[in-house]
C-alpha cells in the first residue's frame, strides 16, 4: 500500500497551478519539430527509451509498459495521440515520466529541450483550430525567443473520464 | 504528575491497541452471542462473553469513552446475573444479549471513528437491559448519565477521600481520569492535598505524591462514586461518606482550574482519532519460528557459497551449482513463510456478517439466516480486507432485493425464513466466496427494463439471461424502486465488481428467478506470487498460471478439427475448443507453421476447459504479481505483469477473460446485441458459430468422430 503511494505521488496542482499570477516552471520538449511544454511538478524523472512490452488490443497511442523500479507504468506515444504519425521509437528517444493524478505514465517524446520559466499570463488561449478534440488537452500557447510552444494540460491527455472513474470508485468505496 | 501522563503518541498507540482488541473479541462476542441458546446453557460461553464485554468496558473507561462505558456495564450487568443464574436465560433474554452486542459494536464503531452517537442510541436496548436486570422497576446501578435518571432523584453530597499509594501510575492509572469521571456525576469541588510532596531533589517522577479529597453535589449512588474508583481501589485509601452540605472553604481549588487541562487532553485525543490507525497481524509462533529457521539456512547456504573450495575439497562448480539449487529452494521455502504470515481465515470477514444480516433483516421485517462454510479457509490479509465491502454490499442487496418477505415466501411454498450461504473454498490457487440465497432471483424482465429506461441496453436489444444478468453490473444500474437506507443510493454492483478486479479477482452471477441467485467472487490465493508457464506467441510473450493449466501437448493434425468456422481438438474423448492467441491480441508477425504449432490446455475455475495456441513453451518459473491496473486501464484478458530477470515486463492471461472474450466476441459478431467493453479483435467468420454449436455440438461432433 505505501509502496505505490510512494511510487505514485499525489499530483493535484497541475491544472490549478495555471491559473495563479505567478510564474511557473515548465519543461519543454519536442515532437516532429513542434514544441511542446508542460508543468515541470508533474514530471518525475526522464530517462532513455528502452522498450515496452506491447498490450493487446489497445489504442494505437498505448505503446505498451515498462517496469519503472518494481512498478509497471504504461508509455503512450505523444505523437500518435496528436494524431500525427507514430514516433519513431529508437535508441535515441526520450520517455518522461509524468504522474497524472493517482497514475504514473511515460510519455514518447522526440527530445527534451528545456526549461522554461513562464509567467501565467504571458500563456495565450489555444485558438479555435481543426483539430477539435484534440484542443482540449491543449491548455495554453506560449512564444519563448520566437518559438511557439504548446503547453499541454496532462489531465486532458488520457481518457481523463477514465481517471475521474477511478476516483469515484475509490470515493465510493471510501463510503 | 504531567511527566507521567503518556504523550500523545503512547495514547495514540494505546488507543489503536484498543481498538484492534475490540476488532478482534467483536466478532467472537458476536458469534457466541449467536449461539446462545435458551435450552443449553452453557455456563463456558456465558463466561467468555462476559469477558468479551468487560474488556472492552475497561478498555473503554480507559480512554474515555462514556456512552461505550455505559452500555458496556449494563450489559455487563445483564451478563453477570444469568452468569449467577439470577436470571434464567430466556429466548428474550438472549434475544436482549444479541442486540447489545450489536449496540456495543456500533457504539465501538463510532468511538473509532470518533463520529458523535445520536442522542439515545442504544437506549431502547439498553433500558430492556435494565428491565432485565431489576424487573421490579428499581434502577440499576449505572454510572453517569443513566444514573441521574429520573428515578433517583435525591440531591446528595458526598465527601470522598482519595489517597493514592505512590504505585498508582505504574498501575496506569490516572486521578486526572478519576477527577474528570466525578465532575459528570454532579457539582464537583476538589481539594489538593500537598502534604505528600517530597522536596525536588527527591521527587521521583513515577510516583504519586497527591492526595485529593472531593466534596461532590450529585444524584449518584454510593455504588456509582464507587464505580469511578473501580481500577483504582487496589492503589489508594479510599472513603466515601455521604455528608450534609457546607463544603470546606479553605485551600479549594476550584474544579474549574483542571478543566483547561482535561479540555485540552480531550481534543488532542480527538485530533488524533482521525489520523489512521496502523493495521496488525496476529501470527502464529510457530509459524514465526519457521521462518527464523529459514533464515539460518539462507545464511548456512550463503557461507557455503563463498567457501573456498580448498575447505571442503570439491570442486568449485559443483558446489556453487549446489549452492543455489539450496539457495532457490530455501528462498521457496522462506517466501511460503511469509506468505503463511499474512494468511487469515476467512473467519475475520464472515464473523462480520452475522450483525449486519441480523440487523438490516430487522429493519425490513424479513427473517434471514446466515450459513458459513469454510470460515477456516486462509486468505491472503490484504485481500480479506479488500473482501469486507464487496461481501457487505452483496449480502445488502441479497436481503434488500433477493429475499421476499415472510408472507411472501410462504405464498411461494419457501420456510419462512430465508437463508443466505455465505462459504469460501480453495481451488486451483484460487479462493472462491460464494453469497447465496435462496430469495426471489433476479428478475431479468425488471432488470431489463430497468437498463433500457436507462439507456444502458437499446430497446430492441435481444439479450440472453446470462447478459441481462451482466446488466446489473453496469455503473450507475440500481432496480431498488426508490433510495432507502439500505440500498440504492448509486453505489452499486459495479464499484463490488470494480472492488474485486482490484485485488486481481472475478465475480460471477448464477440466478434462478424465484429460486434465488447465487455470486462467486474468484481471487487469487495471494497476490504477491505465482507459479506460470511462460509461453511465447509470435513476438510476444506471456505467462499463464501453472494452476490453471491441465497439460500442454503437440496435437497431431487429425486432433484438429472445424466446427462451423472454430476449431476443437479432441483429446481422450472430450473436444476442447482452441483459443488462438495471436489473433485474440491481434499480435503481428507469422508463424512459420500453419497447425497450431502448441496447445496449452487450462480449466478455469468454472471448470470450462480451453486450449489456448502458443508458439512456444519458454518454461516454468516463479513470478512476481505486479498490478497492471495501478497506473494503466484494465487490459481485458491481462490479470497482471511481472518482471523479467532481464528487466522486461511480461503480461501474466487472465484465463476467465480470455475465454469470456472469445465468446463475447463470438457473440457480438453474431448478434449485435449487448455493447460491451472488450474490444477483442477476432476474426468474425472464424469462429463466429461456435458459440451455438457448442451447445448442440456433442452429437455432430460425435458423428464425425
Redesign the interface.
Known sequence: MTEAALAVPRQKSVDRSLGADAAHQFISFSIGGEEYAIDITAVREIRGWSGTTALPNQPDYVLGVMNLRGTIIPVYDLKLRFGTGATEAAKSKIVIIVAIRERTVGLLVDAVSDILTIETSEIRPVPEMDRGAVAEFLSGIVSVEGTMVVVLSLEHLFQRDEVEQLREMEDAAIQ | MSSDRPSALDLDQFRATFFDECAEVLPDLDSRLSTLDANAVDGENLNAIFRAVHSIKAGAAAFNFRSLVTFAHGFEALLDRLRDDRLELSADVASVCVRSGDVLASLVEAAQKGTDIPEGFGADVLAEVEALINPEGTPAAIPEEKASAPTVSEMQSWRINFTPHRELFRHANEPLLIIRELKRLGELEVCCDRTGLPELATLDPEEAYLGFSFSLRSKASRADIQEVFEFVDQDCDLVIEAFSPEPPKEAKVPSRALLPGSAATAKSASSERKAKSPSFVRVDLARVDRLINMVGELVITQAMLTQQPSEVGTNLRDQRVQGADELAAHIRELQECVMAIRMQPARTVFARMNRLVRELSNKLGKKVRLVTSGDETEVDK?IVEELV?PITHMIRNAIDHGIEMPEQRLAAGKPEEAVIHLSATQRAGNILITIEDDGAGIDAEKVLAKAISKGLVRPDADLSEEEIHELIFA?GFSTADKVTEVSGRG?GMD?VR??IASIGGRIHTNSQKGQGSSFTVVIPLTLAVLDGMHVAVRG??YIIPLASIVESLRPDRRQIRSVAGGDVIFIRGEYIRLIYLHQ????AGESENSHPALVVVVETENGTKAGLVVDELIGQQQFVF???N????P????AG?T?LGN?????ILNLEDICSIASASLKRNSKSGLEHQH???LDAGEMSALAQASASAEPVLQTQA
Open positions: 490484504t465491502d455503473p453505489v464499484v470494480r472492488n510476444e510473450k485474440l491480441f491481434n499480435v505486479k498490478n497492471l495501478e497506473n494503466a486501464d487490459v481485458p484478458g491481462i505483469a518482471i528487466g522486461r515486463v511480461a503480461l474490444e477483442a479483435v
